[in-house]
């Protein structure tokens, strides 16, 4: 996103994140445009220090399917952040919390679809 000019904000409890971001761009975070805040997304503090307020999108993608959901829910009706998105690993919360209007990305069931597309292409090929 910073490539495409955007602003990026980045909001983690583990000081090391910095060199995780710079592997990532391949530079120094700051240098590259980014802003990096050290604290727990769910401290009203630290997503108002990261500029949850401001955000045009907010994307929750921590460890944990409970924190995600609850602080994407802060975003959206605290915030009133415009796009929200929740990454939810557990792929029936994620169409539990999908059906009641939570933009969810589970990438357990895009593994899942991956796998059982690349089973079904092998399998069809060994009728031929």
Known sequence: ?????????????????????????GKDFAEAGGTLTIGTALEASALE???????????????????????????????????????VMDPLRAEWYAKRGLTTVCPTRAAIELLQGRVRAMASGMDD
């Open 1 to 25: 996103m910073l490539a495409d000019g955007h602003e990026v904000s980045c909001l983690d409890e583990d000081p090391e994140a910095e060199g995780r971001l710079q592997a990532v761009v």
């Open 49 to 87: 220090e990261a500029g949850v307020a401001k955000a045009d999108v907010f994307i929750a993608s921590t460890d944990g399917d409970n924190t995600n959901i609850v602080i994407a829910q802060i975003a959206e009706r605290k915030y009133e952040v415009e796009t929200v998105i929740a990454r």
